[in-house]
């Protein structure tokens, strides 16, 4: 089984979510970061995991390109999707919002994989934003390595 992990990160979280969950999954997985690396032939492989994280409500415009480009070809493999994102209340609200309704339905599973602030990375600007919107007024890692063990399991059961 040949696996794609193609994501797009700002401050480095997806990137570590995605790297933790490659070391999870069985089989030949090769990462793909949407944003630096040349766009990915996706017929080289059987299963393809897209994420992105959220800001200001949109995910990467890498992440929709990347979608949009394979529409239909996404529609023919195993695909399964992941967002990393604080509001953890709105996570099933900005995966509808975010990537193609097809999509949406055509892959399993779907998952949030937590977030992180690092105000070190962070612009003025942006810190400014998480202060007054999100309330947080330091650095916090919130990985959900529960939930990224949990897709992985999925993906490697016998049903995937
Ligand atoms: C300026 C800014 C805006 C954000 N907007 C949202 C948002 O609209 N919804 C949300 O759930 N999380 C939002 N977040 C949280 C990010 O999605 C979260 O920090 C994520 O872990 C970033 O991942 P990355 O480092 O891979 O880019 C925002 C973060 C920043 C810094």
Redesign the pocket.
Known sequence: MKTLIAYA???????KASRLLSEELQGDVHLCNLSQDPAPDISAYDRIIIGG?????QIQDDVKTFCSENLAALQQKRLALFI????ED?VQE?LEQNFDAALMAHAKPVGYFG???DFAK?NFL?RL??RAKAKVRQSQYELREDNISAFADSLNGPLA
């Open positions: 990160t700002r401050y480095g979280a997806t990137e994280s959220i800001y200001v409500g990393c994102c604080g509001d709105r900005q977030y992180e602030y962070m942006f934003i998480i």
